[in-house]
């Protein structure tokens, strides 16, 4: 295939970038880094961004009309390319409002694909429409890569559950209105003893606190003492919550990689205009082959990791093998190539680039955390080393 867009796909992405400039890079300026912009989120309902990821449940939409396994059979069919898109976009112009996008998704999505009638209908409209902050709460303090090992406890309680432990690093909270939760209800079965819960934020038992981190969303730590959950807060079977989590990061690992594409573009973009213009040694600075070489590699790294995520986005659209695998060389790339070139295009700046409020002062701080979260870059390498031996044995 020649990767090449459709009109219609790049008529989402100029609609998606237009309106991240115009009406959402004024609303995540005047927000407060490390609090939910909800200002934020609701425009983005209002403006059908966020009921793009939920077919059917967006603002003015009959919601669930279809039935929840209808919609997720709908949106399967470009869910994950149109995902990339989106993210791209939103991504080259206001990182503030991909972040919020994702992390909608990411926390939502689960109750798309697992949930039952009665939680889709509850949770999705208003997710969809920004009026609920969703979040997916996977990691624990000793088991953050490693998510078969979590120990947040689920027991028994007739005919539901009681949740105690602790999960960190959690975006969105302590702020969320909504968590997709997993949790341990098998002691000692691995993957095999977890199992996934719908949890309301106001919920007895379940507390927070908000964590200083280099982010300009909420990252917090959640606490769960006996929190109760009921049958219908169960996503998915008992015991099968791990396989609710990778189907979701399936989807969400290529679109990582889609974020990292936009900064790296962004930054490129910058860069490319600023040594145009930039004088220097009686010339522009574009002139030097050291500065134009660097441009080409920063250039065709990026192209280069756009074309995996595309590739595994395509691939989980249509259903094919080796999803997993893509999605991981998708999310490697793309997030190492980011670092690369947003690194190159500080250097190329100089100091200018450092300033509190510059463009790549930005995409600088917000580069780093895609190499980490949704699995770092060493566990993307042993997932794609694993699919590889796998496939060959």
């Known amino acids: 295939m020649s990767w090449d867009l459709e009109p219609q796909q790049r008529e989402l992405v100029t609609w998606a970038r237009a309106r991240a400039v115009q009406d959402l890079r004024?609303?995540?300026?005047?927000?407060?880094?490390?609090?939910?912009?909800?200002?934020?989120?609701?425009?983005m309902g209002e403006l059908g961004l966020l009921g793009r990821l939920f077919p059917g449940y967006?603002?003015?939409?009959?919601?669930?009309?279809?039935?929840?396994?209808?919609?997720?059979?709908?949106?399967?069919?470009?869910?994950?390319?149109?995902?990339?898109?989106?993210?791209?976009?939103?991504?080259?112009?206001?990182?503030?409002?991909?972040?919020?996008?994702?992390?909608?998704?990411?926390?939502?999505?689960?109750?798309?694909?697992?949930?039952?009638?009665?939680?889709?209908?509850?949770?999705?409209?208003?997710?969809?429409?920004?009026?609920?902050?969703?979040?997916?709460?996977?990691?624990e303090p000793e088991a953050g890569s490693d998510a078969a090992a979590l120990a947040l406890a689920a027991e028994r309680d007739g005919d539901g559950w009681r949740l105690t432990g602790t999960k960190v690093?959690?975006?969105?909270?302590?702020?969320?209105?909504?968590?997709?939760?997993?949790?341990?209800?098998?002691?000692?079965?691995?993957?095999?003893?977890?199992?996934?819960?719908?949890?309301?934020?106001?919920?007895?038992?379940?507390?927070?606190?908000?964590?200083?981190?280099?982010?300009?969303?909420?990252?917090?730590?959640?606490?769960?003492?006996?929190?109760?959950?009921?049958p219908d807060e169960l996503l998915g079977e008992v015991d099968r919550g791990f396989a609710v989590a990778m189907r979701t990061l399936d989807l969400f690992r290529p679109s990582v990689g889609a974020f990292a594409v936009g900064m790296a573009a962004a930054a490129l973009d910058a860069s490319v205009a600023h040594v145009r213009r930039r004088v220097a040694f009686g010339g522009p600075l574009a002139d030097q082959q050291s500065v134009a070489h660097r441009l080409a590699e920063m250039a065709t790294r990026t192209q280069a990791a756009r074309?995996?995520?595309?590739?595994?986005?395509?691939?989980?659209?249509?259903?094919?093998?080796?999803?997993?695998?893509?999605?991981?060389?998708?999310?490697?790339?793309?997030?190492?190539?980011?670092?690369?070139v947003v690194d190159s295009a500080v250097q190329l700046h100089g100091a200018r680039a450092l300033q509190r409020g510059h463009l790549l002062e930005h995409l600088y701080r917000e580069v780093r955390a895609p190499r980490i979260y949704e699995g770092a870059s060493e566990v993307q390498l042993g997932i794609i080393a694993r699919e590889l031996l796998r496939d060959t044995d």
């Open 58 to 139: 967006g603002p003015g939409e009959a919601a669930g009309a279809a039935g929840p396994g209808a919609h997720a059979e709908l949106s399967r069919e470009a869910a994950a390319f149109d995902l990339c898109l989106l993210r791209e976009a939103l991504a080259r112009e206001c990182t503030e409002a991909e972040t919020a996008l994702a992390l909608q998704g990411l926390g939502a999505y689960p109750i798309l694909q697992s949930g039952t009638d009665t939680q889709v209908r509850r949770w999705l409209p208003a997710v969809a429409s920004g009026d609920a902050v969703a979040a997916f709460a996977l990691t």
């Open 26 to 43: 004024p609303l995540a300026e005047a927000g407060t880094p490390g609090e939910v912009n909800r200002p934020l989120l609701r425009a």
């Open 307 to 340: 074309l995996l995520v595309y590739q595994a986005a395509s691939a989980y659209d249509a259903g094919l093998p080796g999803v997993t695998s893509r999605a991981a060389m998708a999310k490697l790339t793309a997030t190492e190539t980011a670092q690369y």
């Open 169 to 230: 690093w959690i975006s969105n909270a302590p702020q969320a209105d909504v968590y997709t939760v997993f949790a341990r209800t098998t002691p000692g079965a691995g993957s095999r003893g977890v199992s996934a819960f719908v949890v309301p934020a106001d919920r007895a038992g379940l507390g927070g606190q908000s964590l200083d981190l280099l982010s300009p969303h909420p990252i917090g730590r959640l606490d769960f003492d006996g929190v109760r959950v009921g």
